[in-house]
Nanobody, 117 residues
Framework: QIHIAESGGGLVQPGGSLRVFCATSEMTFTWDYAGWFRQGPGKLGREMVAEIFRDGKKNYAEAAKNRFTIFKDSLTHAVYLQMNSLEFEDTAVYSC??????????WGEGTLVVVSS
């Protein structure tokens, strides 16, 4: 069974940067899609922040454009989200989603990002 683990969350001041990281328990796992989603405090459901496809195509939520960058490690298939110019509104639990080439849909438990002065 594939397990997803996120890391890199933490406390950061407004305007600061943070990089979160998402990896699978199986090094040979390959995916067609990977995305970062977030759920802010008091909000229902998760929203897509950034996504990347196997062919390298990327999409970003409007709030993430020009501030966040999603990229992958070609060797390990891990996925990163570089977040710059963080704002209070970016406070959320950030979760990673993989859609594997095996047909599975996998979620991690999330990593908390808190933007506070």
């Amino acid at each position: 069974q594939i397990h997803i683990a996120e890391s890199g969350g933490g406390l950061v001041q407004p305007g600061g940067s943070l990089r979160v990281f998402c990896a699978t328990s199986e090094m040979t796992f390959t995916w067609d899609y990977a995305g970062w989603f977030r759920q802010g405090p008091g909000k229902l459901g998760r929203e897509m922040v950034a996504e990347i496809f196997r062919d390298g195509k990327k999409n970003y939520a409007e709030a993430a454009k020009n501030r966040f960058t999603i990229f992958k490690d070609s060797l390990t298939h891990a996925v990163y989200l570089q977040m710059n110019s963080l704002e209070f509104e970016d406070t959320a639990v950030y979760s990673c989603n993989f859609r594997g080439r095996d047909g599975g849909n996998y979620w991690g438990e999330g990593t908390l990002v808190v933007v506070s002065s």
